[in-house]
T-cell receptor, first 107, second 116 residues
Framework: DAKTTQPTSMDCAEGRAANLPCNHS???????VYWYRQIHSQGPQYIIH???NNETNEMASLIITEDRKSSTLILPHATLRDTAVYYC????????FGGGTRLMVKP | SAVISQKPSRDICQRGTSLTIQCQVD?????MFWYRQQPGQSLTLIAT?????????ESGFVIDKFPISRPNLTFSTLTVSNMSPEDSSIYLC?????????????FGPGTRLTVT
């Protein structure tokens, strides 16, 4: 599995965009980037994944750099309910959860 | 997506006993997974449970300690055997709906186990 690096924590004001970065410099050409989040006391929730094109769904947008060595998950209008730990994962034959980024959305 | 339920949601057990955790999915799936999340830590994969075959355990986890059953395509159990306080964790099951998108998994709510 390609190793990913994320900031330990971030704050965001409610209603503003939350931009969560992830470095995955050892990613190979056919590996996808997946994002999950885990709200306190709940199981992880799949958010989005991408290969090289930017992706958007009802939850978030995923921006992947052209060299694919990093990506950014964007929550366009963060709410208090978006407070969670966000995991960026490049799976090999299994999901490996690192430390993630603890996002705190503040009023 | 898939709807996954786990029973029990939480339990407090005495050391030396065993607990069986159930995982039920609302659709038929080939691949199911069991994870452990120790207090304040991230998730660690225990094993992969495919219907019709023996579970595949990750390094550090053994069948005698964490026996798994997978009797059909919608159900699995994980038993935590001969428990010690170090087994206090959240245990989660997950499923993969698309074999070509192994990274897309759907998780149950977890079972919070406390061993005293």
């Amino acid at each position: 599995d390609a190793k990913t690096t994320q900031p330990t924590s971030m704050d965001c004001a409610e209603g503003r965009a939350a931009n969560l970065p992830c470095n995955h410099s050892t990613i190979s050409g056919n590996e996808y980037v997946y994002w999950y989040r885990q709200i306190h006391s709940q199981g992880p929730q799949y958010i989005i994944h991408g290969l090289k094109n930017n992706e958007t769904n009802e939850m978030a947008s995923l921006i992947i750099t052209e060299d694919r060595k990093s990506s950014t998950l964007i929550l366009p209008h963060a709410t208090l309910r978006d407070t969670a730990v966000y995991y960026c994962i490049v799976p090999g034959n299994m999901l490996t959860f690192g430390g993630g980024t603890r996002l705190m959305v503040k009023p | 997506s898939a709807v996954i339920s786990q029973k029990p949601s939480r339990d407090i057990c005495q050391r030396g006993t065993s607990l069986t955790i159930q995982c039920q999915v609302d659709s038929q799936v080939t691949m199911m997974f069991w994870y452990r999340q120790q207090p304040g830590q991230s998730l660690t994969l225990i094993a992969t449970a495919n219907q019709g075959s023996e579970a595949t355990y990750e390094s550090g986890f053994v069948i005698d300690k964490f026996p798994i059953s997978r009797p059909n395509l919608t159900f699995s159990t994980l038993t935590v055997s001969n428990m010690s306080p170090e087994d206090s964790s959240i245990y989660l099951c997950s499923v993969n709906l698309f074999s070509y998108r192994l990274g897309e998994q759907y998780f149950g709510p977890g079972t919070r186990l406390t061993v005293t």
